[in-house]
C-alpha cells in the first residue's frame, strides 16, 4: 500500500465499489457519463456489469508527478497506521463531531475527495448516509475497501469507492452533492485553489463544503512541544516573499516577522478561495492542539477526555489558532 500524494499518480477512472464480492466493477464510461445535475446514482456506480475501466491518456499539466509532502509529519505509506494512534483518532473524531453539526440528516450523498482508507466514509455510511469516495490512490482504496469489508452489509452498500483525482471529480462522479469532504488533501496538491474550486462546483447550492488542512502559521508548536529546538527555530524561519507562494501575506504579531506558509497551509488562504468560489463560511474548527506532539502514541481508556478537551479548545480563541490543523466548514451559496 502506497498511499502517494496524488500527483504521484496517473489518475484513471475506475469504479472501486465496496464490496467487491458478486459486484462487477462499472466502466469508467459509466462513471464519466453520468448526467450533471446530480450524483451519480448509487446503482450506476455500483452495479454496472462488463467492461473493465479504460485508463485515460495523458495528464493535465497539474497533475505532473510531483512530490508534495508528507501526511502531517508522517510519511504516507504509514497513513493506516497513523489513523489508528490518538493524533489520528482524534482527529477522525473531532472532523466528524463537526460535519455532524453541519450536514443535512442522513440518506444525504456526501463525497469524499481523497477520501484515503475511509474512515470517514466508514462513519458516515454508518450514519445512514450514501457515501462517494474519489481517490487517487489504488492502495488507499484497497485499504478502504478491507476496513468496509468489515462493516454490516446494509453500511457497505452505501458506499461506493472511484478511482481518480479529486480536481476531476466533476467528471469522474458528477456535480450536486449535498457536502463534500476534503481533509487532508490540500498539501499534496502543488495550489490549492483548483481543487478547492472543484469543491465549490460540485456541491449543490446549499450544500457544505468541508475542508481540512494544515495551520501553516502555527507548525512550528509541535516541534517546540517536543524540545526539538533547532526544527522549531526552522520552522519559525524568515519571512519570504508572498509572491513566491501564491499564498495570502501574512505578518508576525507584535511586529515580528512571520513564516508565509504555501498556499494550501493557510488557512485565510483556503477560506478565501472557498467564498471566491461563491460559498460562505460557516465555522472554523482546530484540530489537535494538545496532543499534536505525542506521536504514535495510541489512544488510551480517556480516549472521550481527550476528545472533549481538544473540542473545546478547538471551538474557541486563542487555543484554535495553535492547532495543528484547520477544519473549514463553508455552505456553498449558488
Ligand atoms: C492524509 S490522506 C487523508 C485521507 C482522508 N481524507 C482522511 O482524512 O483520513 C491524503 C489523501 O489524499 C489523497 N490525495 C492526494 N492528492 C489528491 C488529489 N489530487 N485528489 C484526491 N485525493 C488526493 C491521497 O491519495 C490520500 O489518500
Known sequence: MQPSPASD???????????????????G????????GGPPSRRTITRVPGR??????GRPAECEPQVLGVVDGTETADYVAHTATLRGVVRQRLVTRALV???????????????GNGVQALEFARRGYEVTVCEPDPG??????????????????????????????????????DATFCHGVIMFVPEPAPLLEVLVEVTRPGGIISVVGKNGPALALRAG????????????????????????????AAGQPAVIPPGGDDPANVSAILTA?????????????FTDHLGDTPPGPDL????????????????RGIARLIHHVHCRLR
Open 225 to 252: 512541544l517536543q524540545g526539538r529546538w533547532q526544527d522549531t527555530t526552522a520552522q519559525l524561519g524568515e519571512p519570504t516573499p508572498a509572491a513566491s507562494t501564491g499564498s495570502a501575506t501574512s505578518t508576525g
Open 29 to 36: 464510461r459509466e462513471i464519466r457519463d453520468q448526467p450533471t
Open 9 to 27: 499518480r496517473h489518475p484513471s477512472v475506475h469504479d472501486h465499489s465496496v464490496p467487491t464480492r458478486g459486484r462487477p466493477p462499472a466502466s
Open 304 to 319: 472521550d477526555a481527550v476528545v472533549d478537551a481538544e473540542w473545546a479548545a478547538g471551538t474557541r480563541d486563542p487555543y
Open 52 to 57: 473493465r475501466p479504460e485508463p485515460r491518456r
Open 277 to 289: 468560489a461563491g460559498t460562505r463560511p460557516l465555522a472554523r474548527y482546530g484540530i489537535r492542539i
Open 140 to 177: 488507499m482504496l484497497v485499504e478502504a475497501r478491507r476496513a468496509l469489508a468489515d462493516a454490516p452489509e446494509v453500511v457497505r452498500r452505501r458506499v461506493a469507492l472511484v478511482e481518480g483525482d479529486g480536481r476531476e471529480a466533476a467528471r469522474l462522479v458528477g456535480i450536486g452533492w
Open 101 to 115: 453539526e453541519h450536514l443535512p440528516p442522513p440518506p444525504a450523498r456526501l463525497l469524499d475527495i481523497g477520501g
